[in-house]
């Protein structure tokens, strides 16, 4: 289905809600299946293209805006990516806004929605990388956390991991080595670490990160993983810049 008409879809229903108050509660919920197949890739009929042009409009001039440029395509893949190395930086990056200088930054895979295109970026291409209502975290975590939680991201795989960061792990999902800004791990030590709510939960089988402390979950529209993201582009594009992130070893699998 043409992802057009997605966001045409969502920004109704979310026009809509905003514009719409009741006294209704739930009483009763039921679920069935639909079968999702060609017919709903053919063309809307005329009088339901009329009735979502308004709206199709409105869309539009929410999700065309460019916010930034690529010098390559962009894709996430395990172990290590562009967009799995990319977005955990842009969370270390943010830390700026919020007084924060965390050690490093994990981005989950399961996060990441969609890929860049090389060339201009736009306000939907964004939404389509990182559509859930995602915040920025800060949270502290000792050495011996912090290692844990590298055993972890090794066991998935590979998760997105910034730039102080580098994982050697074994081709069965084995921790070999994690270092972070070049030194290995110190269990004395407290890490201050960038992640987005859903993972600092423990989420998505990182179970280390619910023993952080000092935890700092961001609040506002602005702390969107997306929102972060479309302003990193402009200030990017505000400096004459292109993202280029590329992989670089962050994360090894041992032959």
Known sequence: MDRKWLFTGQMVVMLLLASCSTHYTVTNISRTRLLVDQQYDAPLSTQMATLMSPYNSKVDSLMSPVVGETTHAMEAFRPESPMSNWLPDVLVWSGKF???????????????????????????????????????????????????????????????????????ITKDHKLVKATIGGKEIDPAKQYRVVTLDYVSHGNDRMAAFKSGTDRREMTGDDALSRALIIKYFKEMTAQGKKVDTQIEGRIIVEE
């Open 98 to 168: 919020y007084d924060e200088k965390p050690d490093f930054g994990v981005y989950n895979m399961g996060g990441i929605r969609a890929s860049l295109a090389k060339g201009p970026i736009t306000v939907g291409d964004v939404f389509d990388v990182a559509p859930f209502e995602n915040r920025v975290t800060f949270l502290t975590l000792t050495g011996e956390k912090v290692k844990e939680l590298m055993s972890q991201i090794a066991y998935r795989g590979g998760e997105g991991v910034s730039k102080e960061v580098r994982l050697v």
